[in-house]
């Protein structure tokens, strides 16, 4: 027969003891890791803390040179906007002294000019005849000026002026360099 012994082994008298000690030295050390990683964190915190009030520090210093960058800006801004209208203005003076001399260039003895209207790329331009001839030369003439384009005659009447009937024509076109 087999005998089987149910009863628990009497424990060791030590045992106990070391497993308290172990459970209070991982408690400790566990302790211990928790407050180094807290005061580690702690640490960089008040790092943090003063390179954002050395940050903030240097933002104040560069205030005025960020101003002064504005003023800057806004001024150079300024100056080409002034810079464009000079040239625009250059432009369109030497477009006005070109279109003077080409128009006295192929108006004839027959033919006189009352108006000249420009603006900004269209003209209009208004003008006495004794003949049709020479308002279709004229015509001819202006289409052959590079900076005039779609040159269109949009109405020929007579009319009396002075006593004496003539043709009153009306052209109109672009115009720029």
């Known amino acids: ?65 960020y101003a002064e960058y504005l003023n800057l800006e806004k001024g150079k801004k300024d100056t080409e906007r002034r810079i464009k209208a000079i040239g625009n203005l250059k432009e369109g003076r030497a477009l006005a002294a070109r279109t003077l001399y080409d128009l006295t260039a192929v108006v004839r003895e027959s033919l006189w000019l009352k108006s000249f209207r420009k603006t900004q790329n269209r003209f209009e331009l208004e003008g006495r005849s004794l003949e049709n001839e020479s308002i279709s030369n004229f015509m001819e003439s202006l289409s052959r000026i590079p900076y005039m384009t779609n040159v269109e005659l949009k109405n020929v009447e007579d009319v009396t002026d002075e006593g004496i009937v003539v043709k009153k024509f009306l052209i109109q076109g672009n115009i720029g360099l």
Do not use: C, D, H, W
């Open 1 to 65: 027969m087999i005998k089987i012994n149910l009863l628990p082994r009497k424990p060791k008298k030590g045992t106990l003891k070391y497993k308290v000690i172990i459970s209070i030295l991982v408690t400790l050390i566990n302790g211990l890791a928790l407050g180094g990683l807290f005061y580690s964190n702690m640490r960089q915190i008040e790092n943090y803390k003063v390179m954002s009030a050395s940050v903030k520090r240097e933002k104040a210093n560069l205030e005025p040179i």
